[in-house]
Structures are given as C-alpha cells and as structure tokens.
C-alpha cells in the first residue's frame, strides 16, 4: 500500500486533486482511516490513476472520465475518436 503523498507523486496527480477524485467518486482510495481519514492506495491503482491523466490531458470532463476510466476498449475508443475529431474541427475554426 503507498500513503496518499507517495501515490500523489508516482501518479503526478496532487493530493488535492486526489481527494477531489475520491470525493467525486472518480478514484477511491483502496484504504481508508475511519479515525483519521487518511487514504492509501495500491500500486494496481497507478494504471487507473494514469488513464484518468490522459483522459483529463485530452479535455474530458470528470463526468465524461467516470464512465470512461472503467470502460471497455471499443468505448473508449469510441470516445477518443470523438474528441479527436473535435479538436480537429477546433483547429479547422482557428
């Protein structure tokens, strides 16, 4: 298990935004202290955590990635085709 702080760095997401996502629902931590509060999660968390960085890298909403960070390949896939032919249209405009 890695504390909050160790998880933050080896992902490159904030403890903030950590506890925002475990607060919207987007990534729970795998432990947490009914007494303290404080989050652990597991190193197999690390991939989902990643896909969530892309996901928000590319402009998906957290709505839009809580659907998409568990989702099948051809949905994602979908999706991913979707946003690019948006940022595609995005640069047409300019």
Do not use: W
Request: aromatic share 6%; charged share 30%; net charge neutral.
């Amino acid at each position: 298990m890695l504390q909050i702080g160790e998880f933050a760095r080896l992902s490159h997401i904030s403890v903030r935004m950590l506890r925002h996502y475990d607060q919207e629902g987007l990534r729970k931590p795998a432990q947490q202290d009914r007494t303290s509060g404080y989050r652990s999660y597991a190193v197999s968390q690390l991939v989902v955590a990643n896909r969530i960085t892309t996901l928000r890298d590319l402009g998906f909403s957290i709505r839009d990635i809580k659907q998409l960070v568990e989702a099948e390949d051809a949905v994602l896939l979908a999706a991913l085709d979707g946003r690019g032919r948006e940022l595609e249209e995005g640069i047409a405009r300019e």
